[in-house]
């Protein structure tokens, strides 16, 4: 996992991640320092039985995920 500079998660070496919260799959957003993945825009809009919504991902709310998960195109 990397870090942005406020130490929030961002993104992996390759990969985007997602966080399921509070019923919310969860992604960090753009301006959190990631790269504007391909396959997260595509899980983004996928019709999901949960919101998704960008936020940042620190860990202010430890122990609130139900899970964490990360996605590559290959």
Known sequence: LMLN???EVAECT???IFIVRQGTLQTPPIDAGILEGITREAVIELPLPMPTAP???GDEEEGAERGV???DLI
């Open 5 to 7: 500079h406020k130490g």
């Open 14 to 16: 390759g990969d985007n």
């Open 55 to 57: 936020r940042p991902a």
């Open 69 to 71: 998960f990360i996605i």
